[in-house]
């Protein structure tokens, strides 16, 4: 059964970067046969897609994000991150990874992990 | 970006109920649509993949249809562990976008 499971700071500051990390779990997935998402809920609010990241290459971002979230990957450790830089309250939400079904950005997700309570206050 | 509009917003049903919510696209998105289960405090849960299709392990009672800009989830003879809060997306175009949800409550 696969798991995804969210990881990083509860608490950044104004003006400095998030970090999160999602690690997937649960038996052999090649990382190259699916897109990997990010999405978050602000609190009380409803979903917004951060972007989706492919180990093989093309990553897409929200550009109501304008430009501040970039995503790598590390297959040698079965994860994946994002990165959200000039936060501020505003970003203020849960942070949710997930798996698309394919290596297809236009595919839905299936799986998403638990979620990552982040807060931003200085 | 493509709106997507739910209604209710909220609604109350009973035990036993069948209960219908509407998703509707601002352009026509084919039938790249899905639907998601939450529960308070916990992650969105897939249950329809497009439009109509049931992820794994989803049970019949959710049935999901339409194509082009408007779509429909209607959950039959509701039990308690159906009462969350239910999103519908869409993932024909970039950006990927959400609507709103409908929190289906107990009456």
């Known amino acids: 059964q696969l798991q995804l499971q969210e990881s990083g700071p509860g608490l950044v500051k104004p003006s400095e970067t998030l970090s999160l990390t999602c690690t997937v779990s649960g038996g052999s997935v090649d990382f190259s046969d699916y897109y990997w998402g990010w999405i978050r809920q602000p609190p009380g609010k409803g979903l917004e897609w951060i972007g989706s990241f492919y180990f093989g290459g093309s990553t897409y971002y929200n550009p109501s994000l304008k430009s501040r979230a970039s995503m790598s990957g590390d297959t040698s450790k079965s994860r994946f991150s994002l990165r959200l830089t000039s936060v501020t309250a505003a970003d203020t939400a849960v942070y949710y990874c997930?798996?698309?079904?394919?290596?297809?950005?236009?595919?839905?997700?299936?799986?998403w992990g638990q979620g990552a309570r982040v807060a931003v206050s200085s | 970006d493509i709106q997507m509009t739910q209604s209710p917003s909220s609604l109350s049903a009973s035990v036993g109920d069948r209960v219908t919510i509407t998703c509707r696209a601002s352009q026509d998105i084919r039938n790249y649509l899905a639907w998601f289960q939450q529960k308070p405090g916990k992650a969105p849960k897939s249950l329809i993949y497009?439009?109509?299709s049931l992820h794994s392990g989803v049970p019949s009672k959710f049935r999901g249809s339409g194509s082009g800009t408007e779509f429909t989830l209607t959950i039959s003879s509701l039990q308690p562990e159906d009462f969350a809060t239910y999103y519908c997306q869409q993932y024909n175009f970039y950006p990927l976008t959400f609507g709103g949800g409908t929190k289906v409550e107990i009456k």
């Open positions: 497009a439009a109509s």
């Open positions: 997930a798996r698309h079904v394919s290596d297809d950005l236009f595919d839905p997700f299936d799986s």
